[in-house]
């Protein structure tokens, strides 16, 4: 069985939400059904009423449970406990699957005995409707271990690019952080070093909308210093998990940790008061160990970034090519 987790919060009660959740349970129903037997499990992460659809939905196959507010990482985690899947994968609930594409994934990963599989994705502008981009069939690696994949890859942070065999959260005893942002670069990290049997494939299977509003897509002040505060919390968990793992090898996972390093300096470098927030940047970095960036782990672009950030010329050219890129 396959459990869709989409966690929702929609404290305002917009009808918009409602229809783009409508939305993703659909995609997620579309992608499975008269496949495989799956669940959706919709948690309502304390929205002052449930989902609109849940009044009238009749499929059985559709729950929805609540809880209080805890944030994304939180409705993930209930979503886990009530999920019976021995496959969970993660859907936010203004995105959707791209039709056609999950199934070939959710194949794929029985017939290389995976307990992990990464799949791709494609930014939607779309509010409505799905969309269907020209793709070649989907490749697909050869099975490898979470931190080989992570040496040579830069690993994207988000959760919901994953098929995630049951037992590879059970056993690790893996959940994500609550009342926090960017829980995704904390749990995926350690669920990605995890795996025995990772497969990966660039085919894209996961429509991501760039919502106005969203989490990411604000950039106030005080929104970016929210989101500074938490890659710092991040990455000390990260080094702790790190460093309880010096037994084996690591190096993969060390490769993100810095590359999480040299997004604290870009964030602080957009900001007007960027020389300021540099050093406030570098300082938190060099109390865990962080700064100077450690770069053997990093590919080439990325390490000249970390280097030229030892410098105030440097940082300076760093500022002038982030403000061009916002």
């Not at 959260?169 to 926090?180: C, H, I, K």
């Not at 995890?194 to 990411?216: E, L, N, P, Q």
Request: glycine share 8%; hydrophobic share 35%; aromatic share 8%.
């Amino acid at each position: 069985m396959i459990s869709v987790i989409i966690p929702y919060y929609n404290p305002k009660s917009d009808a918009a939400l409602d229809r783009l959740l409508e939305r993703a349970v659909g995609s997620a129903v579309g992608e499975l059904d008269g496949r495989t037997d799956f669940e959706v499990i919709v948690v309502n992460d304390g929205s002052p009423r449930p989902p609109a659809m849940a009044a009238v939905c009749t499929d059985r196959r559709i729950k929805f449970p609540g809880r209080t507010h805890g944030c994304l990482g939180a409705a993930r985690n209930t979503g886990m406990e009530h999920a019976s899947g021995n496959i969970i994968t993660f859907l936010d609930s203004d995105d959707f699957y791209l039709p056609g594409t999950l199934w070939p994934c959710i194949q794929a990963m029985a017939e290389n005995g995976a307990d992990l599989l990464g799949f791709g994705f494609m930014v939607s502008q779309l509010e409505t409707g799905t969309e269907s981009p020209a793709q070649r069939p989907p490749r697909f690696s050869t099975p490898t271990d979470g931190n080989s994949h992570m040496r040579s890859h830069n690993l994207f942070g988000s959760s919901c690019m994953y098929l995630i065999d049951r037992r590879l959260v059970d056993a690790n005893g893996l959940r994500f952080m609550e009342n926090s942002y960017i829980e995704d670069e904390e749990f995926t990290p350690r669920l990605v070093f995890h795996a025995r049997r990772f497969v990966h494939t660039d085919y894209k299977v996961y429509g991501y909308f760039k919502r106005s509003g969203s989490i990411i897509t604000t950039m106030t002040a005080a929104a970016v210093e929210e989101r500074q505060r938490n890659t710092e919390n991040v990455l000390a968990r990260l080094l702790e998990f790190r460093d309880s793992k010096s037994n084996v090898p690591h190096d993969g996972l060390d490769r993100k940790i810095s590359t999480l390093a040299v997004d604290c300096l870009r964030r602080a470098l957009r900001s007007d008061a960027w020389r300021n927030a540099a050093d406030t940047a570098k300082s938190r970095l060099a109390d865990m160990g962080l700064y100077p960036i450690p770069d053997n782990t990093l590919p080439p672009g990325i390490r000249l970034y970390a280097k030229l950030s030892e410098s105030r010329i440097g940082l300076y050219i760093l500022h002038l090519f982030e403000k061009g890129r916002q």
